[in-house]
Each structure stands twice: as structure tokens, then as C-alpha cells.
């Protein structure tokens, strides 16, 4: 019997969410962690999540199709889920939501009763619980998705929401707000077991989760804007399914309404929240990226830190950015940043 532990926002919530399964489960194998193929333009340049009809090689799990090394998105699209399968100490599941909530929620019914056990809702920064109106917010289709469909499903879930403000959408000050004040802490051995994935993985939010657990504090330039590290940011908050949807009036209106295609649920959080994520996608322009990694150790520092606008630290993402290198690029900065102290990169 295993906890059924679902990243709640797919892109890189599965590494957040294996630092949290070793502390908000009892597991003491691989934490099974169910995942959408939804990832960030710069790695995946096709428009909304990708199903099981866009991969090829996945595996089987009595739970449910599960990526394997061996799995790979079929051209255009790319996925670093099959890397994340051979990196990360975890059997990753697929979440498809491409056929509607009620497709969903029966694979999540169907994971949940093959793993035997609860149901872990794990969000990487704080945005499954947005009201929708923050300045900030970039991303709240897919979380709220995600719960009402655990909801449909009737599986006994409960929701955490690791490292507060780590995803830079909603500010930390106004989760701790909405949240009642119960957390566990994550100790470092928790963060190892993810390390080697968080090594080239372009996640900002579940790196900056990993890196306060580590003990990093201060302000840290991201990709969009510069966000506080606290002792909040290393927390685990959890609260009931109920008490969440509750919080966000997007999973009641997907629940009020029950959009068959992904695209009604995408138009519907536009009506709410102005933003339109799938079509966001579709517009977007794609980045041109022409620079090697520099060899100049000193001069590249000195550029980040220029960017970086006074922050105490930065992600390898924004760093990898500033020098005009793609999150490939980032072991390779990683390495050549490595002797450097203050504006150390974090991921």
C-alpha cells in the first residue's frame, strides 16, 4: 500500500513533490507521484499539456501509464519527464487531462484504489490557492483542475502546498493569509533524494523549495521577478480538499460546470482570471538562444550579478537567461559557477 502523491501543477512539482512525499507520507519505498506532461515553452514549445497519445515508450504500472527512461515525446513536443524517470527516485505516473475533467477524475480514481492508500495534492509554491485577481499569477488552470477532479473522483485527499511563494505568482505574505498555520518542515535528507535531478532540471519554484529547506535565506532573483526565501518557504502547509477548493472559486466553477474538453476549462479560468494559458502558448514567441556557455568564470559572474539587481541570490534558470544560454546550458553553468560565493546560483 502506497500514498498516491499527485504533483499539482505539473512542470517541475514532481521534484518538490518527492522532497515532500518523504515527509507527508509514511512510504518508505519510491513515493508514486502522478504528473501531468505540462512544461514550460522553452522545453516543451507546443501549446497546453501533452496526453499519452504524445509520447511513446511509457510503461505500464498497475496504477496507471508510468515514464520510463526509455519514454519520449513525439516530435515537435518535448517532455523532461523521461530525464525526471531516470534522475529521480520516484515512479511517475501520467496524468492525461486532455480528454476533459471526467476522464480525469477516473484516472485518479483509478491510481488512488491500485495504490491502496490516500491522496497527497502536492503544489510547489502556493498557487492552488489563488481567488484569481493577484497581480501576479501566471498559472491557475491546472491546480485547480487538478483538485476538482480529485473532488469528481471521491478519493480522500488533502492538500499541501510546499515553499510558499517559491513560484513567484502569489506572494508569500498572502498564502500564509489563507492558510491555518499547520506545516511540517522537510529535513535535508528529504532534499537528497532529489538532488540529482534538481542538478539540471530548470524548476526555479521546487529548487528554491529544496534550497530554503538547505537553509538559504534572502531575497533571490527568478526568470520574472525577485522573490523573499523565509522560514516559510521551507515549510510543507497542508489543509483539507474542502478547505482548498473552498479558497479557490476556479475549482468551483470547473466543478459548477464540468467542462468536457480542456479547452472549455481553459476558457472558463479566462473568465475568471483574465489569463488564458493554453492560448498564452499558442502566441507566444520563441526565444532565440545562440550563446555558449562562456569560459570567463569572473565576467559571467559579474553579468548575473548586474541582472540580478542586488538580490542576494539567483536561479541557474535566470542566470542561464541573462548569459543567453537554454536551460540545457544549465549543468554546464552550474560547473563553471561552482567556486563562487555570494550570488551563488540555486538552480
Given at each position: 500500500?502506497?500514498?498516491?502523491?499527485?504533483?499539482?501543477?505539473?512542470?517541475?512539482?514532481?521534484?518538490?513533490?518527492?522532497?515532500?512525499?518523504?515527509?507527508?507520507?509514511?512510504?518508505?519505498?519510491?513515493?508514486?507521484?502522478?504528473?501531468?506532461?505540462?512544461?514550460?515553452?522553452?522545453?516543451?514549445?507546443?501549446p497546453g499539456p501533452?496526453?499519452?497519445?504524445?509520447f511513446t515508450g511509457l510503461g505500464q504500472d498497475p496504477a496507471g501509464s508510468v515514464?520510463?527512461?526509455?519514454?519520449?515525446?513525439?516530435?515537435?513536443a518535448g517532455s523532461t519527464l523521461p530525464a525526471l524517470a531516470e534522475t529521480l527516485p520516484a515512479r511517475l505516473l501520467m496524468l492525461d487531462p486532455t480528454q476533459g475533467l471526467t476522464s480525469l477524475a477516473r484516472q485518479i480514481e483509478g491510481m488512488a484504489a491500485a495504490a491502496g492508500g490516500r491522496v497527497r495534492i502536492v503544489d510547489i509554491g502556493g498557487d492552488i490557492l489563488t481567488h484569481g485577481d493577484e497581480e501576479t499569477l501566471c498559472s491557475p488552470l491546472v491546480d485547480a483542475y487538478t483538485m476538482a477532479a480529485c473532488h469528481l473522483a471521491g478519493v480522500s485527499a488533502t492538500?499541501?502546498?510546499?515553499?510558499?511563494?517559491?513560484d513567484g505568482e502569489i506572494p508569500q505574505e498572502t498564502l500564509l493569509e489563507r492558510l491555518a498555520g499547520r506545516y511540517l518542515t522537510p529535513d535535508t535528507h528529504a532534499v537528497?533524494?532529489?538532488?540529482?535531478?534538481?542538478?539540471?532540471?530548470?524548476?526555479?519554484?521546487?529548487?528554491?523549495?529544496?534550497?530554503?529547506?538547505?537553509?538559504?535565506?534572502?531575497?533571490?532573483?527568478?526568470?520574472?521577478?525577485?522573490?523573499?526565501?523565509?522560514?516559510?518557504?521551507?515549510?510543507i502547509y497542508y489543509l483539507s480538499l474542502p478547505e482548498a477548493i473552498d479558497r479557490n472559486p476556479i475549482a468551483q466553477a470547473l466543478l459548477d460546470h464540468r467542462p468536457a474538453p480542456l479547452e472549455e476549462a481553459a476558457d472558463l479560468s479566462h473568465k475568471l482570471t483574465g489569463i488564458?494559458?493554453?492560448?498564452?502558448?499558442?502566441?507566444?514567441?520563441?526565444?532565440?538562444?545562440t550563446c555558449t556557455v562562456p569560459t570567463d568564470r569572473h565576467r559571467a559572474l559579474r553579468n548575473i550579478?548586474?541582472?540580478?539587481?542586488?538580490?542576494?541570490?539567483?536561479?541557474?534558470?535566470?542566470?542561464?537567461?541573462?548569459?543567453?544560454?537554454?536551460?540545457?546550458?544549465?549543468?554546464?553553468?552550474?560547473?563553471?559557477?561552482?567556486?563562487?560565493?555570494?550570488?551563488l546560483p540555486l538552480t
Open positions: 500500500m502506497s500514498d498516491l502523491v499527485i504533483a499539482a501543477g505539473g512542470g517541475g512539482d514532481p521534484l518538490g513533490a518527492t522532497i515532500a512525499a518523504h515527509t507527508i507520507t509514511s512510504d518508505t519505498g519510491p513515493p508514486l507521484i502522478a504528473t501531468y506532461a505540462w512544461e514550460r515553452p522553452e522545453v516543451d514549445p507546443t501533452l496526453g499519452r497519445a504524445d515514464f520510463t527512461p526509455a519514454s519520449a515525446a513525439v516530435a515537435p492538500v499541501y502546498l510546499a515553499g510558499p511563494g517559491t537528497g533524494q532529489a538532488a540529482a535531478a534538481l542538478r539540471w532540471h530548470p524548476s526555479e519554484a521546487s529548487a528554491l523549495f529544496a534550497a530554503a529547506v538547505n537553509g538559504a535565506r534572502g531575497t533571490v532573483r527568478t526568470v520574472v521577478r525577485t522573490i523573499p526565501l523565509t522560514d516559510a518557504s521551507a515549510r488564458h494559458e493554453i492560448d498564452r502558448e499558442r502566441k507566444r514567441p520563441a526565444r532565440a538562444m550579478r548586474a541582472a540580478a539587481d542586488g538580490a542576494d541570490h539567483t536561479t541557474l534558470r535566470f542566470a542561464a537567461r541573462t548569459l543567453g544560454l537554454t536551460w540545457a546550458d544549465i549543468p554546464a553553468l552550474r560547473d563553471l559557477l561552482n567556486a563562487f560565493g555570494p550570488l
